[in-house]
């Protein structure tokens, strides 16, 4: 409510993602050839059954002695039935009966369930509480049984059988529409609206059956196709038929009475049921894509790559530059590509461009950049767990002279968690939710050290306490949920710990923390580094970070590592607009009187990225030199790197700055 | 969660019991005149009602028809004249038989199904995708009498109807398998689409690289951690497809000639029947809500959120 003044002022207004446009409900309609077949398969359906009567070649009810059972023929496309009654002008007549009551049956249950679930949703608790009761009851009423025994009284009266299961099927309506409103309930335009003093029916109306209806058609479509099968099987029961008007369950029944002398009379009425209910259920699907707030799983955490066909190919030429020639280094990443599918003549789109850095034992490497600059997926890609769709299509990691690109799955096994740990950003959903802390933990120590439980109970215990949680045994004990996130940082830490790795690798594991928990875990960190001598690679968007505990750090921008350096160096004397820009948009060194410069713009996509420094477009001190082509990273002492071609006049432009 | 289910349970069973009752209100003309036809004197039939107690107000009926029904008596059948009770009691093994045979074949096939589905996305999960999508709009009924058409007519394999009784468990089983295959078929594929987007949901979750990152093999992270956390949302919906097995056994059990509960209540709805068609009703109520109960405290066990508090 508090936000309502900001939203009026900002004219309420409905985000263009929530309400599809009509374009986009037409593209879901028909959008794919498959959509496209449902609409009109359903379009003649209802056609033809809505003029049977002058399209049927035959009168569907007259018997023809003469001609029983004929397969199909030029007189007869679809053969003749037991009563030489022609099957193509059964079939015509035989939609609308199932078709009228179907739809019956989904206008009673939308009609009873949207209004009230609009009420249930939107007002307050007495009218929700008693209408979700009605809902839940008529939910749990067996809704088949009750309309076959209504049929004791109404025998073959279809309008009340259908009638009688829209009533019961109401209460889902219901139950939905209440869940959909409540959701949209909250949403700032329809607090503006509310506070700009519209009335509750407009708000109804106008605010929120919009942005429900797309999900209400799918249920019509749900809705028509339960109501096509419940008739069809009451009339296989021979509770919904009326042998003056033929239907598709009636005929199936009929059919099913002469299987043995001709079983192609199942073959027209089931087909006709099959692909109507297929199509409905089909559109049902396409339409509810469009629903707000559906969740398109599986394609959530794909980045988005999609957009204009593949301007930019795959990896430049000439961009990789030295990195500092180590013979101690533990992690040596050479020419990492990770890309992800793309439209487009290359068919992939490189996130990760050519990125080569070092890690010696036992030192921190920084890897800093804003989000999206590539950063976790190149450290992703060290134990081989780049999500898909996403590829690792080129470069080299060593890992102790191990090369882990192309390994097999029993050397990276052999790998992970043995001598490379990985901490994950969010620690509340690193963890398992169904197991307990300590049942994960043991799970991995016997899967490193082949332990017995007792010496798995203790070893885990011990690690919790190693990673300063106070009483490891009750700790141990908890589910996931029940710890705070500092805590569940920590249980990822000893997680990663369990198999004493030479390696740890973090990604970002401060970011979801509150800043007085961040500086314990950094501390944390850096003892567990310096007492098992372990190399930590640590992924972060906070200098802070990299001041308080890297030796070394690389900055990344747009995939590529454009300066590296020791800490200290890089960030006193930095050799990249870049991290100029990420320094001077820190609060803590700016000075009284000045302003608190931010890097005007955003990470571009991977598809905008342009051919030449990448960096160009947000830099305040870009030159004609700078969209030459691609710029190289370029050695400007030992270990120190910048992939800018304006470094002279940096320095001297930094110096005065600092005057 | 599960006491407030059960707290949910008895007014529905009150309402569908009182429902039941006054359906019998609603059979036009009375009862007598429609078992006995119009054949009977007026006389026949006032002593037909009157043996049914009918001549009393409607009220006192309902009082105490519901009081003899909470003991488990349902009354006498109107064309058999023998104890509703005893006939629903005969014919409930059967129609258990169908739905729990059908629900193992579901979830046996059903969950490795989805999972499968779920590890091949392109060209194999398309194609399952498809094949779902036919299956589930195939009637059980079509789909019962291709069946017999197939393997009991054509390659002799199974009976076409009947039931044999659980004392010869081979014969139960051999006359079982089509009507199970037909009722289960379709379900099978909608537990697997559910399955499906279950474990493509929770196979990108963190828990499951940081699991992968800590060394675990691919094969427990995937049967132990991500098959578990699949499993609430699953249960849901098998709570879901057992009350839809329930109305499928009428069907299915007229198709092929089973003598379960809802071929009791066909006939009751053919003969008007109406004690026959009551009683069944409300034991498949009772069904109902047993199988909401089991399927809340199920989902209630697997989330450990929910059993904390």
Known sequence: MTQAPIALAAAPSKPASRAPTARAWLRALLGSPVSALSVLWLVTVVVVSAFASLLAPDNPVQNNLSALLQGPSLHHLLGTDELGRDVLSRLMFGGATLLWGAAEATAVALLLGVPAGLLAGYSGKKADRLLTWVADLSFALPAFIIVVALAVIYPQNVVILMGALGVISAGGVLRFTRNLTRAVRDELYVDAARVAGLRRRQILLRHILPVIAPPLVVQAFVGMSVGLIVLASLSFLGLGTNPETPNWGQMIYDASQQITSDPWLLVPAGAALVLTVMALNFLGNSVRDLAPGTRQSGRARQPRLHGRAGRRDLPQAGAAGPAEPSQSSLLRVRDLVVAFPAPGPAGLQAVVDRVSFDVAAGETFGLVGESGCGKTMSVLAVPGLVPAPG????????????????????????????????????????????????????????????????????????????????????????????????????????????????????????????????????????????????????????????????????????????????????????????????????????????????????????????????????????????????????????????????????????????? | ??????????????????????????????????????????????????????????????????????????????????????????????????????????????????????????????????????????????????????????????????????????????????????????????????????????????????????????????????????????????????????????????????????????????????????????????????????????????????RGR
């Not at chain 2, 739905?99 to 398309?126: K, M, N, S, W, Y």
């Not at chain 2, 493509?200 to 691919?218: C, E, H, K, Q």
């Open chain 1, 391 to 659: 590829v690792v299509s080129g470069g080299s990691i060593l890992f102790d002279g191990i090369e882990l690109i192309g390994a097999s799955g029993r050397v990276l096994r052999g790998v992970r968690g043995n001598r490379i740990g990985f901490i994950s950003q969010e620690p509340m959903t690193a963890l398992d939710p169904s197991f307990t802390v300590g049942s994960q933990l043991r799970e991995v120590l016997r899967r490193h050290g082949r332990i017995s439980r007792r010496t798995a109970r203790s070893r885990c215990c011990e690690l919790l306490r190693e990673v300063g949680i106070p009483d490891p045994v009750s700790t141990a004990k908890c589910f996931p949920h029940q710890v705070s996130g500092g805590m569940a940082q920590r249980i990822a830490i000893a997680m990663a710990l369990s198999g004493e790795p030479d390696l740890l690798i973090a990604d970002e594991p401060t970011t979801a923390l509150d800043v007085t928990v961040q500086a314990e875990i950094l501390d944390l960190l850096r003892g567990l580094s310096e007492r098992r001598s372990m190399a930590l690679l640590l992924v972060t968007h906070d200098l802070g970070v990299v001041a308080d505990i890297c030796d070394r750090v690389a900055v990344m921008y747009a995939g590529q590592i454009v300066e590296e350096g020791r800490a200290g160096e890089v960030l006193s004397d930095p050799k990249h607009p870049y991290t100029i820009g990420l320094l001077s948009s820190m609060p803590g060194p700016a000075r009284a009187g000045t302003t608190l410069t931010a890097i005007p713009g955003a990470v571009p996509v991977p598809r905008d990225w342009p051919a030449w420094c990448r960096f160009e477009p947000r830099c305040a001190r870009a030159a004609e030199e700078c969209r030459v082509g691609p710029i190289t990273l370029s050695g400007l002492g030992p270990g120190r790197l910048s992939r800018c071609v304006r470094v002279a006049e940096l320095a001297g432009e930094r110096g005065r700055a600092h005057d």
């Open chain 2, 1 to 306: 969660m599960a006491l407030g289910r059960l707290v949910l349970a008895i007014p529905m069973l009150f309402v569908v019991a009182t429902a039941t009752f006054f359906l019998q209100q609603l059979v036009p003309g009375d009862p007598g005149s429609f078992i006995l036809g119009n054949e009977a004197s007026p006389a026949e039939i006032r002593q037909f009602d009157a043996g049914l107690g009918l001549n009393k107000p409607v009220l006192e009926r309902y009082g105490s028809w519901l009081g003899r029904a909470i003991r488990g008596n349902l009354g006498m059948s109107w064309t058999s004249h023998s104890p509703v009770t005893q006939t629903l009691l005969a014919a409930a093994p059967i129609t258990l038989s169908l739905t729990v045979l059908a629900i193992v074949v579901i979830v046996c096939l059903g969950v490795p199904l989805g999972t499968l589905a779920a590890l091949h996305p392109g060209p194999v999960d398309r194609f399952f995708q498809a094949f779902a999508g036919f299956a589930i709009a195939l009637p059980n009924f079509w789909l019962g009498v291709g069946l017999v058409l197939l393997l009991a007519v054509d390659a002799r394999l199974f009976p076409a109807t009947g039931y044999t009784s659980l004392s010869d468990p081979a014969q139960w089983l051999h006359a079982l398998v089509l009507p199970v295959l037909a009722l289960a078929f379709g379900m099978t594929m909608t537990l697997a689409l559910q399955v499906r987007s279950a474990m493509i949901d929770v196979l990108a979750r963190d828990y499951i690289r940081s699991l992968r990152a800590a060394g675990l093999s691919w094969r427990s992270v995937l049967f132990k951690h991500a098959l578990r956390n699949c499993m609430a949302p699953v249960v849901t919906t098998i709570g879901f497809q057992l009350l839809g097995l329930l109305a499928g056994a009428v069907v299915i059990e007229q198709l092929f000639n089973l003598p379960g509960l809802g071929s009791v209540l066909l006939t009751g709805v053919t003969e008007h029947d109406v004690p026959l068609v009551q009683g069944a009703v409300l034991l498949f109520a009772v069904f109902v809500v047993a199988v909401n109960l089991l399927t809340d405290v199920a989902a209630a066990a697997l989330n450990p959120r929910a």
